[in-house]
């Protein structure tokens, strides 16, 4: 091939046409650019008001250490209680059912919460996991399995 004939692209010659074909097509570019223009604005508004305002981080994070440390003040409560194995049983069904919830609240929006935020959040809730479970051994230790002796029937 010659270096000088080959050709890569051809440019279109957009100068043909009356100067009233040229003003019309300006016209209905501008007219297109202002109808997407509105319509990215009018989308745009619209995510702002379909967003759910619980997705808002520090109001999650707020609510996360809010119900963390509500739920460790109550933990040791069950001290005030005396003997009264059937309630202090359902002090701690009512800790872990708020603890539930609160672990079921951070997975539902754990789509819209930091990665570092939602491992930190984690670990806080299995830490307190564990200190209502020791609480709870404590306050309500198992009792010990023993082998009993049978009595042989007496000859």
Excluded at 59 to 84: F, M, Y
Aim: charged fraction near 35%.
């Amino acid at each position: 091939m010659e270096a000088g004939k080959s050709v890569i692209f051809e440019v279109a010659d957009l100068s043909e046409g009356t100067p009233q074909d040229n003003e019309k097509r300006r016209q209905d570019m501008e007219a297109r650019m202002q109808q997407r223009s509105q319509a990215l604005k009018d989308k745009g508004e619209d995510q702002v008001d379909d967003k759910d305002p619980e997705e808002d981080l520090k109001l999650i994070g707020t609510r996360v250490a809010s119900g963390l440390e509500s739920i460790r003040a109550r933990v040791p409560r069950w001290k005030a209680l005396g003997d009264d194995r059937a309630l202090i049983e359902r002090h701690f069904e009512e800790l872990f059912a708020e603890y539930k919830a609160l672990r079921e609240y951070v997975a539902n929006y754990s789509y819209s919460i930091v990665a570092h935020n939602l491992q930190t959040y984690q670990a806080n809730l299995d830490n307190l996991n564990e200190q209502i479970n020791k609480e709870k051994e404590t306050a309500l230790p198992k009792k010990k399995f023993a082998f009993a002796r049978k009595q042989a029937p007496a000859k």
